[in-house]
């Protein structure tokens, strides 16, 4: 069974880029895993707070930076058209990084005192940087996708991770605590967009003749649905995320957020580095064929049952040793965290599943559809913990219940993925 899998796994070009961008993203996602213990060491829970704060302001902002144009980067049939919606991407995130900026220097104490962190003040002229670094990083990986230049991602994540990590140990010991975890993110930024640039300009500088004004106001509004549509959908996104953590903080404390947080973390991890890398690698083929053959039903249906078969094993096993390995790894008081763990690997099992095929949504061009579906999630999700709240006044039911929204929400957006793929009325 298990060589059938992995047979399976190895046949075709598809199977070789995801193994390349799960390979980066791991070894990228485990250096970082690898240094918490020097780092929590080193840094305060009030430092680590703070360079949540930073975080959670540059996610945020870093959707609108580009308008949501780099999404539409594989669609066009043609190098030509792409490389264009790629400049346009670029564009609009020098022009909104400037408008920040300009922002943040004008309405710089009114933000502090809207913040309530009074030592973020000058902090917060680095958002502007890293949101711009953030976005060129992104809309070239897009581009490097649709070359097929997997490689690209996987070097850059790779260098990104190694980087950061070690300037934020370096800075840590020489006593630069309160902005070592921030300015060594931004060390990390720049040195992958540095790598990722010299790539692009190496292999690609030749498409640099074929962009114009003219073909990127066509894109532009070619393209038009992922900024009215990809930008707020990309923020509920982010606020399905973000919010529950607000909530849970808010009605049941912050003991509870720390072992919530602490248990989503853990186990979201390595769910997000399959399933990005084969998101990715399914946005990219599912886009060409798309755009081809009018549909991509058979490559779904595949990349489906890939995923079913890589998943259940593991996840079965972690939904039984997650309160006694939660126990040995983070010690017997963060048990609690393990029984959370226990619950919410029921949602990610669902979302490993559907999260790579969702890229539906952006081959079909169905922004607006997409902006919909996660308008009720995020209704349905934090609905679901102020109703666990109010009725029985335990966070238990409440994670019962936004587990029960989740996968309801996930299984939904399944089923219209799938309608998806089977193509337009040419198709």
Aim: hydrophobic letters at 50%.
């Amino acid at each position: 069974m298990f060589k059938k899998i992995v047979n399976r796994f190895k046949v075709g070009s598809f199977g070789k880029n995801v193994l390349i961008l799960m390979t980066g993203t791991t070894v990228a996602q485990a250096i970082p895993l690898a240094i918490s213990p020097i780092l929590t060491r080193i840094y305060s829970p009030e430092e680590f707070g703070f360079f949540a704060l930073y975080m959670a302001i540059v996610s945020i902002l870093a959707i609108i930076a580009t308008a949501r144009y780099e999404l539409a980067i594989v669609i066009p049939k043609s190098d030509k058209e792409a490389f264009n919606v790629t400049f346009l991407s670029l564009f609009i995130s020098v022009v909104f990084s400037l408008l920040l900026l300009l922002i943040i220097i004008i309405f710089n104490n009114r933000l502090v005192e809207l913040l309530g962190v009074p030592d973020i003040g000058n902090l917060l002229f680095l958002i502007p940087i890293t949101i711009f670094l953030t976005a060129i990083i992104r809309t070239l990986n897009y581009w490097s996708h649709r070359r097929k230049f997997f490689q690209r991602t996987a070097i850059t994540r790779v260098t990104q991770a190694a980087t950061t990590a070690g300037s934020n140990v370096i800075l840590g010991i020489l006593g630069l605590t309160k902005t070592g975890l921030i300015v060594g993110g931004l060390i990390g930024y720049s040195m992958a967009f540095f790598i990722i640039s010299i790539q692009v300009w190496i292999n690609d500088k030749k498409f640099i003749n074929d962009v114009s004004v003219n073909d990127m106001k066509e894109q532009a509004i070619r393209f038009n649905d992922f900024p009215k549509y990809s930008i707020p959908s990309g923020a509920l996104s982010a606020s399905t995320v973000q919010t529950p953590i607000i909530i849970v903080t808010s009605l049941f404390g912050s003991s509870i957020v720390g072992f919530f947080s602490l248990a989503n973390k853990t186990i979201r991890l390595p769910m997000l580095i399959i399933a990005n890398a084969f998101g990715d690698v399914f946005r990219q083929k599912a886009g060409q064929e798309y755009s081809e053959n009018g549909n991509c039903l058979k490559l779904y249906k595949k990349t489906l049952r890939n995923l079913v078969l890589i998943s259940v094993i593991p996840f079965g096993v972690f939904f039984i040793v997650a309160p006694g390995l939660f126990a040995f790894v983070f010690g017997q008081e963060w048990r609690v965290a393990g029984d959370y763990a226990q619950i919410l690997i029921v949602i990610l099992f669902v979302q490993f599943i559907s999260s790579p095929l969702s890229n539906m949504f952006i081959i079909a061009e169905k922004q607006k559809l997409e902006l919909i579906w996660q308008t009720f999630r995020l209704i349905l999700t934090t609905s679901s913990i102020f109703l666990g709240y109010f009725l029985f006044k335990d966070f238990l039911y409440s994670l019962y219940l936004y587990t029960a929204a989740n996968i309801l929400m996930d299984s939904i957006n399944l089923l219209i993925s799938y309608n998806l793929s089977k193509g337009n009325e040419k198709g």
